[in-house]
């Protein structure tokens, strides 16, 4: 039987309201938001491994770049040809990296119950849910925001019919906010962390 992500999410709010990590479950009432991504060995949540993350803290109308993760794991056996075509890590670009334990453990401290910004965000977070779950006991909490939605939802009432191209590279050309160190998860992290500032403060983007 499929438990309803709400349903999932009062349980799990329960069973840690007096638990260590009871203040994920908190509402945010502050003005921080955490642009996150997950470079993977695939788009199968349930096949694929998380090889790195990256994560910036966007307070109000400002990228902190000085506050982020950038996160490289241990290499797991999924890693193959086909994945490192997309994000160019290769096994021997992660010998450095360290146990997914601990990277879970910096991925909570860092976010706390703070909303959780992406492209295709919730990719990104079943992803980290496969694993924080089993370990945890919950996934998640965090508000999502999706940044395809924000730039949607602004944008279409500047269109007159047709349909908003909604891919990244289109997002970012039209926003003008260069790409930085595009498939590397802090590169991805910090480039949707300027398009949503962007957007959220900045002159509503041209159409056409």
């Given amino acids: 039987m499929i438990i309803p992500r709400t349903i999932r999410r009062m349980k799990e709010k329960m069973g840690h309201k007096s638990g260590p990590y009871a203040h994920l479950f908190e509402p945010y009432d502050g003005d921080e938001v955490v642009s996150l991504d997950c470079e993977t060995t695939g788009l199968d949540v349930k096949n694929a491994d998380i090889v790195s993350i990256g994560?910036?803290?966007?307070?109000?109308?400002?990228?902190?770049?000085?506050?982020r993760l950038d996160i490289k794991l241990k290499p797991p056996k999924t890693l193959t040809g086909d994945s490192i075509k997309i994000h160019k890590i290769r096994?021997?670009?992660?010998?450095?990296?360290?146990?997914?334990?601990?990277?879970l453990e910096q991925v909570l401290a860092f976010v706390g119950n703070r909303?959780?910004?992406?492209?295709?965000?919730?990719?990104?977070?079943?992803?980290?849910?496969?694993?924080?779950?089993?370990?945890?006991?919950?996934?998640?909490?965090?508000?999502?925001?999706?940044?395809?939605?924000?730039?949607?939802?602004?944008?279409k009432w500047r269109m007159i019919g047709?349909?908003?191209?909604?891919?990244?590279?289109?997002?970012?050309?039209?926003?003008?906010?260069?790409?930085?160190?595009?498939?590397?998860?802090?590169?991805?992290?910090?480039?949707?962390?300027?398009?949503?500032?962007?957007?959220?403060?900045?002159?509503?983007?041209?159409?056409?």
């Fill in 162 to 208: 047709g349909n908003v191209d909604l891919r990244f590279d289109t997002i970012s050309k039209k926003l003008d906010i260069p790409i930085l160190e595009r498939h590397t998860a802090l590169g991805d992290a910090i480039t949707v962390a300027l398009m949503y500032v962007r957007l959220k403060y900045g002159d509503p983007p041209e159409v056409g």
């Fill in 115 to 155: 909303p959780i910004l992406g492209y295709y965000v919730n990719y990104d977070i079943r992803m980290l849910d496969k694993f924080i779950r089993p370990k945890y006991g919950f996934g998640l909490p965090c508000k999502a925001i999706e940044l395809s939605h924000v730039y949607h939802d602004i944008i």
């Fill in 55 to 67: 994560a910036v803290k966007v307070r109000g109308n400002k990228v902190l770049t000085s506050e």
């Fill in 91 to 103: 096994a021997v670009d992660l010998e450095d990296g360290i146990e997914l334990e601990e990277a």
